[in-house]
């Protein structure tokens, strides 16, 4: 004899070798012995053979109507082998029975199972909506198998191609889109990105960097709403014009003109250097509307070509330091011995001031050489008081150097580009700057001097603020003051860019509330604060990533752009190399052991656009080293030291 019950959720059948009481011994057709109990058996039989009913039943079932199954079936709950009997007659056959219970358990949608054996047929209305979701599913089923097909044969779907972006930023693995654009990507072994790229429904990889950084960090687009307030000049004539004679020191693409310098003799002993720093702060207030947008974004975006703002352009011109006319600053002045160049007092205060002139380092810079300089040979007509500063600038990197208890990285070549034209078919041309020059120095020098002593006088004050320190060798923010043991400064808190960072907009609204006497706009307790520091540290970090990347990518076309079939590079550690001339390092792996420094040859064998990768093998070690590439741990540090315009190739670097 033979007996079909159920067993883990599945209909099985099986060789009875026993029984006691309900309980039965049997023998799976797979060899395998089991207990059954009696309430999982359905009924014994004699024949068919138990190896023969359930393929013989899953056959006879193929072929019923579920439909008709559920019309002739009755109201309230029966039996399936009472149905079997309405279906094939009285004499209804083992295989028949079987075959009927797996036609009722296999279509839910039409029969609602209440127990083991007992079914209920589903309600009319319930029955027509889960048959229209089934024709529903069905019908994406085949419209995503046609996709997948046209996307494996090279042909582009509308429906995937309006969604490209989305699919590969924030896909829902849900929707047919995503499911089709996955099993295509996997046919064709591809990523869907690269997929998406083949079948041009992203243009460029160039198009994709750009597209999907801003996606990420701009989902409401780049543009302002068209709804803020106007930037004005109410309250401006209660600020003082100074008489200073200020000038800026800026590339020439550089729009956001946030700082000025300006140097007076006051008697044979003194000197005093002004730094003077626009202040949008007294037009931004906090939680106005503009402040928001402001704090969204929280900095200016940089990269070759690209400049996206953190102020719409009517509110940086209305407090950039644009020649001829008075606008209000923060201004720190420090009184120096002329001799020693020791500062012997600082003073800030909130004025206006009409800067003289928007000097352009470019234009001038060849003209500014440390031997010029020293001669006092300079011909230019700020030539005197640049002088001076470059000579505090040169005192205070030597205090810092005390401090840090080793010289600034200095000398370094920094690379930028220059293009002409728009995306990436423009003409590229590779700019330098050398670290250190003397301009660069004296600008950069000074900011760092401001932002240190706005710092400390932040925390004299017992006014919260925002901080950068270094403390072995990791940078972080805070809202705590600390030593920046890279820079060699007690504290250090950016205060010098307040058009293009948010965080110097929020300090310098803490340090106008002093100058003024007033409560501070921030408490050391306000929940804002710990906010702004955690957004901006992650921001601020995706903004510089997208800078780089978009750097190799230029760096890449700039060699298909000058054919070149060899490169030169630096190992720098390990496997890490820095392509020579260019603002690109990569690994190599499989690159021998070689010293920190070793100059080599590469053959180019291609150009990876989408992971902005150079294709190279090693050609030869060169007989050569770079003594630069000694110092490249120390780029952390030189990055903090960039804190002017001036002291980057151009305005796309980040300050």
């Not at 199972?113 to 079914?119: C, F, I, L, V």
């Not at 007076?264 to 250097?273: C, G, K, P």
């Not at 501070?520 to 901006?536: E, G």
């Not at 001339?581 to 010293?595: A, C, H, K, N, W």
């Amino acid at each position: 004899m033979y007996l079909f019950f159920e067993e883990d959720g599945a209909f099985k059948a099986g060789t009875i070798l026993s029984q006691n009481g309900n309980a039965y011994q049997v023998e799976l057709v797979t060899g395998r012995r089991t207990k059954i109990k009696g309430g999982h058996v359905f009924f014994e039989f004699s024949s068919p053979a138990a190896a023969e009913l359930l393929p013989s039943a899953e056959a006879l079932a193929a072929e019923i109507d579920p439909q008709f199954l559920w019309e002739v079936a009755p109201e309230g709950e029966f039996r399936f082998d009472a149905i079997a009997q309405e279906y094939f007659g009285e004499g209804a056959s083992v295989v028949e029975r079987v075959a009927t219970l797996l036609t009722l358990h296999g279509h839910p949608v039409y029969f609602h199972r209440k127990g083991r054996g007992n079914y209920r047929r589903a309600p009319e209305e319930i029955l027509k909506a889960a048959l229209a979701a089934l024709e529903k599913k069905r019908r994406l089923e085949e419209q995503r198998k046609a996709w997948v097909a046209q996307m494996v044969a090279g042909e582009l779907p509308p429906e995937i191609a309006s969604q490209a972006i989305t699919l590969l930023m924030s896909p829902d693995k849900n929707t047919i889109q995503w499911k089709a654009l996955s099993d295509a990507s996997a046919e064709s072994r591809m990523t869907p990105l690269r997929l998406l790229l083949k079948l041009g429904a992203i243009r460029s990889p160039y198009q994709w960097h750009i597209d999907s950084f801003y996606a990420e960090h701009f989902p409401r687009g780049k543009g302002f709403p068209a709804t803020l307030s106007e930037p004005n000049q109410d309250g401006w004539d209660a600020w003082p014009v100074s008489d200073v004679k200020a000038f800026s020191i800026d590339d020439s693409n550089t729009t956001e003109i946030d700082d000025a310098l300006s140097v007076e003799e006051i008697d044979e002993t003194r000197l005093r250097i002004g730094i003077h720093i626009a202040a949008p702060a007294l037009g931004l207030e906090r939680d106005s509307d503009i402040d928001g947008v402001a704090r969204s974004r929280l900095s200016t975006v940089y990269a070759p070509g690209i400049k996206t703002t953190m102020l719409p352009d009517n509110w940086v011109q209305n407090f950039s330091l644009d020649k001829g006319r008075p606008v209000p600053c923060l201004s720190l002045y420090a009184f120096v011995n002329r001799e020693t160049l020791e500062v012997q007092a600082t003073e800030t205060t909130l004025e206006r001031i009409s800067v003289v002139e928007n000097v352009r380092y470019d234009k001038i810079e060849h003209l500014f050489t440390d031997e010029a300089l020293i001669a006092g040979t300079v011909e230019h007509e700020y030539a005197k008081e640049i002088t001076w500063l470059w000579k505090f600038a040169k005192k205070c990197l030597a205090d810092r150097e005390a401090v840090r208890g080793r010289p600034e990285v200095l000398g370094r070549l920094e690379w930028g580009f220059e293009l002409d034209g728009e995306g990436e078919d423009a003409k590229i041309t590779l700019r330098s700057r050398r670290r250190g020059a003397p301009l660069d120095l004296a600008v950069g020098e000074l900011m760092i001097f401001a932002n240190t002593v706005w710092g400390g006088w932040l925390e004299d004050e017992g006014r919260a603020g925002i901080y950068r320190s270094q403390s072995m060798g990791r940078v972080k923010m805070s809202t705590t003051p600390g030593p920046h043991d890279g820079m060699g400064v007690p504290q250090y808190a950016w205060c010098t860019s307040p058009l293009r960072r948010y965080v110097d907009l929020l300090n310098q609204r803490q340090l106008i509330s002093a100058v003024m006497g007033r409560e501070a706009v921030y408490r050391p307790s306000d929940t804002d604060l710990f906010a702004i520091v955690s957004n901006f540290t992650m921001t601020y970090a995706a903004y510089n990533e997208f800078q780089r990347k978009m750097e190799r990518y230029w760096s890449l076309r700039w060699l298909e752009q000058e054919k070149f079939e060899t490169v030169e590079a630096v190992v720098v550690k390990g496997e890490l190399i820095r392509i020579e001339g260019l603002p690109f390092t990569q690994r190599m792996p499989g690159l021998p052991e070689l010293p920190r420094g070793q100059k080599i040859l590469l053959d180019i064998h291609g150009m990876d656009y989408v992971d902005v990768l150079l294709d190279a093998s090693l050609r030869e070690v060169l007989n050569e080293t770079d003594e630069e590439a000694l110092d490249d741990e120390e780029m952390e540090v030189t990055e903090e030291v960039a804190e002017a315009p001036t002291s980057t190739p151009n305005e796309n670097s980040v300050n």
